[in-house]
């Protein structure tokens, strides 16, 4: 075998060195979006991985949503923008 088949061999397994890489793959795959996967993986090192994935789960399950993708990401940052609102409410009270 030549160097450069070894290189196209190694090119095609995947890996995966942390928890938030295997967090966004999954995310993608079960999108259907595996054109955005590095979105997906910064987006599960910032938040709490559980909650992305099922997230994803419930909009893959939805029937009529044409871009899955999107969906969810408008979805995520109606989440993020719901607990900026709650923590800012929280702090007044104190």
Same mark, same amino acid.
């Given at each position: 075998?030549?160097?450069l088949e070894l290189l196209r061999e190694r090119a095609r397994k995947s890996r995966v060195y942390s928890s938030h890489q295997l967090i966004g793959l999954t995310?993608?795959?079960i999108l259907? #979006?595996?054109q955005h996967k590095s979105l997906y993986i910064k987006l599960a090192k910032e938040k709490k991985g $559980? #909650? %992305?994935i099922e997230l994803a789960k419930s909009v893959a399950e /939805? /029937? $009529?949503v044409q871009n899955k993708g999107a969906y969810f990401? /408008? %979805?995520?940052q109606? %989440? $993020?923008q719901a607990k900026k609102y709650e923590n800012h409410n929280d702090q007044r009270k104190e």
């Open positions: 075998m030549d160097y995310v993608a795959q259907g #979006d595996e $559980g #909650d %992305l /939805r /029937r $009529g990401m /408008r %979805l995520v109606k %989440l $993020g």
